[in-house]
């Protein structure tokens, strides 16, 4: 049996969520253009660069490093170790560098919230350190939040070629796929198909996929349909609801294939609606061609 509902329907697109939840304040950094996000592409080409450089205390290295990013176009913030100042600043930059040393690998506590801050938010993190620091910290981060690491004494020239080119460059990042699902073991298991060919952010609730969405802005949704407390159909309406943001594809992946159950949402006009029998090869198919939509509508 097919994992895929055919519905009949011309893809329509529709993203974002209730005004109250998304719109930036009048102050905040972006609230210009009706509140609306952009791809992480589309910050780069106007040239709006940012890097969160994290350590403990205001070293040569740190220092040096921040220089040589702002000399290469990018807009530095350092930030000491510490969860408040981190929090307060966290959306204004998709990259982070963390530099390592053995008093912040003391301090668990800011790691783990660093860890989980990257992987909710699918930012990049680059890791400085020497061979211990780095085998210690990757006890700490799991391999797919990291997206490289570099050894100390850090070749300076080498390590802003890399962001330049991993980062920077709208044509060699991969699709940014957010995965809604309250089946932890699906969640994962799923995930790991994706990450070969995708960067994803997993969540296990529609509230945690809302909280995202008011800061970034994915190439896909997938969504599936029964979730407590607000099932999938609920969270389609309030990303709807955004008319500033209605070009990221969402598409059902449920074990729901009932006709009622697929009937309810097809007024909401997803983009596609999968089933959870779904072998891993269609799925992959199934999630390029949705995911190129994306694309199609910034062409």
Aim: proline share 4%.
């Amino acid at each position: 049996m097919s994992g895929l509902v055919r519905t009949g329907l011309t893809p329509v697109l529709y993203a974002g969520a209730r005004k109250e939840v998304f719109r930036p304040a009048p102050d905040a950094p972006g609230a210009a253009g009706r509140g609306v996000k952009k791809h992480r592409g589309d910050r780069y080409k106007e040239g709006m660069k940012k890097v969160i450089i994290i350590g403990r205390g205001s070293t040569f290295m740190i220092t040096a490093i921040g220089n040589n990013l702002n000399e290469a176009g990018y807009r530095c913030i350092k930030l000491d170790a510490r969860i408040d100042d981190i929090r307060k600043r966290e959306n204004e930059a998709d990259i982070v560098v963390i530099y390592l040393s053995q008093d912040l690998l003391d301090g668990m506590k800011v790691l783990i919230y660093i860890k989980d801050m990257c992987l909710a938010n699918g930012k990049f993190l680059y890791l400085i350190g020497d061979e211990v620091e780095l085998k210690e910290a990757g006890r700490i981060f799991p391999e797919r939040s990291i997206t490289k690491c570099f050894e100390k004494p850090l070749d300076i020239k080498e390590f802003i070629s890399t962001v330049d080119t991993l980062s920077s460059d709208p044509s060699t990042l991969k699709k940014l796929i957010l995965f809604v699902d309250d089946d932890s073991d699906y969640l994962e298991m799923v995930g790991g198909w994706l990450e070969g060919s995708y960067r994803v952010v997993r969540v296990n609730s529609g509230m945690q996929a809302i909280k995202f969405l008011a800061n970034n802005k994915p190439d896909l949704i997938l969504l599936d349909y029964a979730m407590p407390v607000t099932s999938g159909p609920q969270v389609l309406e309030m990303i709807k609801s955004e008319p500033g943001a209605d070009d990221i594809p969402v598409v059902f992946l449920t074990g729901r294939g009932d006709k009622e159950s697929v009937m309810k949402v097809v007024d909401l006009k997803p983009d596609g609606y999968l089933l959870k029998t779904i072998g891993k090869n269609e799925l992959l198919e199934k999630i390029e061609e949705f995911a190129s939509l994306s694309i199609a509508r910034e062409v």
